[in-house]
T-cell receptor, first 110, second 111 residues
C-alpha cells in the first residue's frame, strides 16, 4: 500500500506570495491532518479534515486555509507569506489512532 | 486545553536503557501515543497506550498511568540508530479534538 505523498517537497517563496501544498493520503484513509514543524516547537496542529469537512482547526491566522476533496486528497494554502512561515509542513492520514505521515514540504520564505 | 511536557534532550550510552517521560494536563483522552522522528525524516508511529500499564514492542515499551497523568517510553539495548526525536501525543475525548503533540525529546545515543 502506497504511503502518504506530499508535493512539492521543497519550495522557496518570497514574502507576500501565496503557496499551495498538496497531500495524498493512504488509500482508504478519510482523515487528513496538517502540521507545521519548526525547530524547538514540535508539531503545531493546523487542520484536520474528515470526509471533506474540516473537523478541527489550530491556532493559526486566517492566512492559513485548507480543504479536502472527495478522493480524500487535501490541500493547504498560505496567503501573504511571512518570513515566520518558513517551516516543514507535514500531512498525516489516519484510519484509527495511528497517524501516517508524509515526507513533508519544506517551505522557505525569503 | 491539552498540554504535554517532555524533556527537551536526553543522552544515553549505546547498549543502555533510557526512559523518556511525558506528563500531560488534559481531563480525559483516548490514549497516549509515541512517535519517532529522525533528522530529515517524517514522524513514524511507535506505540499506543489506550489503557494503563505497559505495552511492549520489541526493544521499545510504553507505559501509561492516567491517575498520575504520566507516561513514558522505554528504549532498551540502545543502538546508534535510535538517535532521533521522540514525541508523545494525546487526543482529548471531549468532542472532536485533534491529536496534540508534545514538543519532543531529542535522544542522542553515544558510544
Amino acid at each position: 500500500k502506497a504511503g502518504v505523498t506530499q508535493t512539492p517537497r521543497y519550495l522557496i517563496k518570497t514574502r507576500g506570495q501565496q503557496v499551495t501544498l498538496s497531500c495524498s493520503p493512504i488509500s482508504g484513509h478519510r482523515s487528513v491532518s496538517w502540521y507545521q514543524q519548526t525547530p524547538g516547537q514540535g508539531l503545531q496542529f493546523l487542520f484536520e479534515y474528515f470526509s471533506e469537512t474540516q473537523r478541527n482547526k489550530g491556532n493559526f491566522p486566517g492566512r492559513f486555509s485548507g480543504r479536502q476533496f472527495s478522493n480524500s486528497r487535501s490541500e493547504m494554502n498560505v496567503s501573504t507569506l511571512e518570513l515566520g512561515d518558513s517551516a516543514l509542513y507535514l500531512c498525516a492520514s489516519s484510519f484509527d489512532y495511528e497517524q501516517y505521515f508524509g515526507p513533508g514540504t519544506r517551505l522557505t520564505v525569503t | 486545553g491539552q498540554s504535554l511536557e517532555q524533556p527537551s534532550e536526553v543522552t544515553a550510552v549505546e547498549g543502555a536503557i533510557v526512559q523518556i517521560n511525558c506528563t500531560y494536563q488534559t481531563s480525559g483522552f483516548y490514549g497516549l501515543s509515541w512517535y519517532q522522528q529522525h533528522d530529515g525524516g517524517a514522524p513514524t508511529f511507535l506505540s499506543y497506550n489506550a489503557l494503563d500499564g505497559l505495552e511492549e514492542t520489541g526493544r521499545f515499551s510504553s507505559f501509561l498511568s492516567r491517575s498520575d497523568s504520566y507516561g513514558y517510553l522505554l528504549l532498551q539495548e540502545l543502538q546508534m540508530k535510535d538517535s532521533a526525536s521522540y514525541f508523545c501525543a494525546v487526543r482529548a475525548n471531549s468532542g472532536n479534538t485533534p491529536l496534540v503533540f508534545g514538543k519532543g525529546t531529542r535522544l542522542s545515543v553515544i558510544a
